[in-house]
């Protein structure tokens, strides 16, 4: 007697429980498509003005479009927090008090689906950000050739204002800087152009888009390695009922493939980040070799950083 209604108990208490599960993936899904259209919407009223006032401010390095870019991204970042706190309390957080087969094999089911659903607003958050990063990019390589042009002019142009012997500029400065003459040693002062004074602030953002296909290359691991799991786990679910041996062992086999993949990925990401950040600071150290010492101080914190972030 007491074996039937522990049974028929969990029986009830599964249905309830499944219930529940099913409730929460609606509402869940619901709450996701909200936030959807609230990207899509947020984006799109956000480029047309961005873009107008990237080709219309004047402020200094484009402070204001800045501004608001920044601002633009920062609403977009916590419409994506908003999803993934609830993800993580209401699917991640779900507790399960039954334990037997049928429910759990729902449960994981319940899961995978949410956790899909959070990852089309995911993929819809990077392409926002990726919209509202492209509305206006300044073309530092024209800068940056335009500085060298103008020395490549003057190089030759400047003399001693004590003795009028020619002075080679031997390189593209930025600041105020003496110059000694070779004949009679006067100390000569030299005062770069506006246009190469940038040239200590457009650096920086130039090695940036030189290697930004690497950054990419970087920040794509952790989509593809949670798409290798999403996989795996799939096949994890489709073994619990699973009883054709043959099947059983080529999905084994398959899932060892598929996580064996995803570890190789999650451990390749340091090192495709310190071989974007090597690469970055190899093109900046090119286009303003003077500073090179200052670079690398700064290359090694950020690499330390990342490391403790691990």
Known sequence: MFGFFKGDTNKTDGIVVNKEMQETKERFFVFIGKLEDKLREFTASAIPELMELGKTDESEFKGSYLRMKAAVLGQLESIQKKATEVKEEKITGFYLQEDNHETTKAYYAFRNDCYERYLQLDELYSNCRKQVESTYSENYEEKYQKILEEHEAIK????????????????IYFTTTYLACPSCQTQNTFEPSSQAKMLEHIGRSLAEQRTAHLLEAYDEIPAKTQALYLQKHDLEISLIRESDKKIIEKKTVTIKELEQQREALESSRPVLYQRYLRAMFDEWNKINPALIHEHEKFYTRLLNENKQQQ
């Open 156 to 171: 030759d142009k400047f003399s001693c204002v004590q003795c009028g012997s020619a002075i080679t500029i031997d390189k």
